[in-house]
């Protein structure tokens, strides 16, 4: 089975800290992702990497950037956490084929005060 | 753009009985998949059905089939038989190829559809 595992479940912070969300996949995917799904917005794409050391902007980048040093491992960093990015983080993973669905980790609630 | 429109907030549905999640679509690439996901309270995204845009036949995998109809724009979710543990929160989402066409990465979500299953 295809493991896509996040580093916390729960996680608060303060507005102006550094965050870092980090996730870990063992499939050997190429393809890794961050989302972010906020109520009647359904998910939507912060950033994603299509191989190590390559990154792509998704559709609301703002406020975020990402690491990719290992296949396995894609980190999600907020630079200065505000209260506006309070939200469930979900990371994924998948092969880059057409039928190849995306597997989730079991998100990151994120609260900021 | 590509977009996914779920116009169901919310559904209800009697055990036992089935249920349509409706989604449509729109893209103006001819390779594209389709797929829905099931989310339950606890938050984890679960795969479900996948249907590519060139499959004459719809998908269909054991209480769950896809109601593809490609000139409507329509891939409707159907789910027989409802079962109590189907209430979650359900999403359609599309891949569409990456710029310069020769990959598939992103997925297009919805805004998803939450199903209560009364007993």
């Known amino acids: 089975d295809v493991k896509v595992t996040q580093s916390s479940r729960y996680l608060v912070k303060r507005t102006g800290e550094k965050v870092f969300l980090e996730c870990v996949q063992d499939m050997d995917h190429e393809n890794m992702f961050w989302y972010r799904q906020d109520p009647g917005l359904g998910l939507r794409l912060i950033y994603f990497s299509y191989d190590v050391k390559m990154k792509e902007k998704g559709d609301i980048p703002e406020g975020y950037s990402v690491s990719r040093e290992k296949k396995e491992r894609f980190s999600l960093i907020l630079e200065s956490a505000s209260t506006n990015q309070t939200s469930m983080y979900l990371c994924?993973?998948?092969?880059?084929?057409?039928?190849?669905?995306?597997?989730f980790g079991d998100g990151t609630r994120l609260s900021i005060l | 753009a590509q977009k996914i429109t779920q116009t169901q907030p919310g559904m209800f549905v009697q055990e036992k009985e089935a249920v349509t999640l409706d989604c449509t679509y729109d893209?103006?690439?001819?390779?594209?998949?389709l797929f829905w996901y099931k989310q339950p309270s606890s938050g984890e995204m679960i795969f479900l059905i996948y249907?590519?845009?060139?499959?004459?036949q719809n998908a269909t995998e054991g209480r769950y089939s896809l109601n593809f109809q490609k000139a409507r724009k329509s891939a409707n979710l159907v789910i027989s038989a409802s079962q109590l543990g189907d209430s979650a929160m359900y999403f359609c989402a599309m891949r569409t190829p990456d710029a310069g066409g020769t990959s598939y990465g992103k997925l297009t979500f919805g805004q998803g559809t939450i199903l209560t299953v009364h007993p």
């Open positions: 249907q590519g845009s060139y499959d004459e």
């Open positions: 893209t103006s690439d001819q390779s594209y998949g």
């Open positions: 994924a993973s998948s092969f880059g084929s057409l039928n190849q669905p995306q597997h």
